[in-house]
């Protein structure tokens, strides 16, 4: 990392900015985030004795492996036009399907000068919109799409804690490492692709703006939709929404599992893996058989009804499950299950212009899996 000025002309100055109370309990919090920051960055003491969360210490010890210093100069890269365009290239399916979500993030936020930000899985941007501040430098340093806001790049942030913690998280001004990042304020949560890898995270981040820890549940809600419109964009013949008994369907709160048409799991969102114990998805897909007790017939039989059915699972445990189409609609005259699936096959190589190679990308399957599909060699 290049040790020249970036963001703050003096960080002595930053730090006592960014610790600046303005109530009782602000002030308290700010005190034992100081402290923790001299016992375990000035390296006193190996943990700060619950001054801080786990996971912030955590990150904090994996900033100084990394042989970072707290006061060092933070330089972000510049992002060229070329590596702008690559990386929009390479996420275009997850910035497409997440938009709608940014969208509505951005007018929900437009009065706390907080906006969202989409990155990667390895914390690369990917989109960003809202209240954003285009003559703030420290604004556009973190919005441009391709640049790298990786733990290990700049270090501790909602951005890389999501990633690497996988959980939702909160952080305000001086619990992030560098001071050259202090002024931001952002809270953060991890997405979950449709094969139950890492996708990337959603961050909600403000500069200079009064903390606001109630934006870690949004964000981690805002996440599941993203993570539920992913697999509503993967082809399928049949998706089932799940939940337990007395929770009611069609919410974001459903598990979503999506099949081909030998009934074969082709996405699932975190909650069905969680009610199914369903892990990432290996090289050979898992048949619907495994994981109900029921013929996979009687769950495409449950679509032409239109009603939720009990589904047994394997392990003696019941689930309700509403099957629906392939758009995501309860319709009993929807075509035949393979004609669906191979249509949205075709409109995405239509809307490819052909190229069959980025309509697989877009999709998330192989191009041998798109000719296979279209009955093309």
């Known amino acids: ?107 929900a936020l437009a009065q706390t000068r907080y906006f969202p930000i989409l990155t990667n899985a390895d914390g690369v941007v990917v989109d960003a919109l809202g209240a954003i501040d285009r003559d703030d430098r420290r604004a556009t340093l973190i919005t441009r799409a391709g640049t790298d806001l990786s733990e290990a790049r700049v270090g501790t942030t909602a951005i890389g804690a999501a990633l690497i913690e996988q959980q939702p998280v909160w952080l305000h001004r001086a619990e992030h490492f560098f001071a050259d990042t202090g002024a931001y304020s952002c809270a953060g949560a991890p997405l979950r692709g449709p094969d139950g890898h890492s996708a990337g995270m959603l961050d909600l981040t403000g500069i200079d703006v009064a903390e606001r820890p109630e934006l870690k549940h949004l964000a981690a809600q805002a996440a599941r939709s993203i993570e539920n419109a992913l697999v509503l964009a993967r082809p399928h013949a049949l998706l089932l929404r799940l939940n337990w008994h007395g929770a009611h369907l069609g919410g974001d709160a459903d598990g979503l599992l999506a099949l081909d048409a030998e009934g074969c799991v082709v996405a699932a969102n975190p909650g069905a893996r969680d009610m199914l114990a369903l892990p990432p998805m290996p090289g050979t897909a898992q048949h619907a058989s495994t994981l109900f007790a029921m013929p996979e017939a009687a769950l495409f039989d449950a679509h032409a009804s239109g009603r939720p059915v009990e589904a047994p699972l394997w392990s003696g445990l019941r689930l309700w499950v509403q099957a629906v189409g392939a758009r995501g609609r309860v319709d009993s005259t929807a075509q035949p299950l393979k004609q669906v699936e191979s249509d949205l096959i075709r409109k995405a190589v239509a809307d490819a212009r052909g190229n069959v190679a980025l309509a697989a990308r877009r999709l998330g399957i192989s191009r041998a899996t798109v000719y296979r599909k279209l009955g093309r060699r």
């Open 1 to 107: 990392m290049k040790q020249r000025p970036a963001l703050a002309h003096n960080p002595a100055a930053l730090t006592m900015t960014m610790l600046l109370p303005t109530t009782p309990a602000s002030r308290d919090r700010a005190e034992r985030v100081q402290r923790a920051r001299e016992q375990v960055l000035g390296r006193q003491l190996a943990a700060s004795g619950g001054l801080v969360a786990p996971w912030i210490e955590r990150s904090w010890q994996r900033c100084m492996a990394h042989g970072h210093r707290p006061e060092q100069r933070l330089d972000f890269d510049a992002v060229s036009p070329a590596r702008a365009r690559a990386a929009a290239e390479a996420n275009h399916h997850l910035a497409r399907v997440a938009r709608p979500v940014l969208e509505h993030l951005a007018r």
